[in-house]
């Protein structure tokens, strides 16, 4: 069982920036792919950005040239790095974590950034 701790949503002004941070603990798997997707209300959930074990990016292109996504799924800590927020942006964002072996895809709690206009 793998268990993804995220942290670091808060509230920002449009044009600021946040970092968001997630770990896995308690895996002793390998884990292949890692990475950020957001659900805002109403919505459903999308991709934001993902990275592998062998350390390679993929972002939506709603974020491309303002976010970043850093750590890798190897060292099981991924980072994503938010700057020029907009409001569009506000939404509830989820660490995910693949396991290929198992087939497995396992979610965090999610956490709330809200991007005040």
């Known amino acids: 069982q793998v268990q993804l701790v995220e942290s670091g949503g808060g509230l920002v002004q449009a044009g600021g920036s946040l970092r968001l941070s997630c770990a896995a603990v308690?895996?002793?798997?390998?884990?292949?792919?890692m990475g950020w997707y957001r659900q805002a209300p109403g919505k459903q959930r999308e991709l934001v950005a993902t990275?592998?074990?062998?350390?390679?990016?993929n972002y939506a292109d709603s974020v491309k040239g303002r976010f970043t996504i850093s750590g890798d799924a190897a060292k099981k800590t991924i980072y994503l790095q938010m700057n020029s927020l907009k409001a569009g942006d506000t939404a509830v964002y989820y660490c995910?974590?693949?396991?290929?072996?198992?087939?497995?895809?396992?979610w965090g709690e999610g956490t709330l950034v809200t991007v005040s206009s």
């Open positions: 995910n974590a693949v396991i290929f072996m198992y087939g497995m895809t396992y």
């Open positions: 990275i592998t074990s062998g350390g390679s990016q």
């Open positions: 308690r895996s002793s798997t390998s884990i292949n792919v």
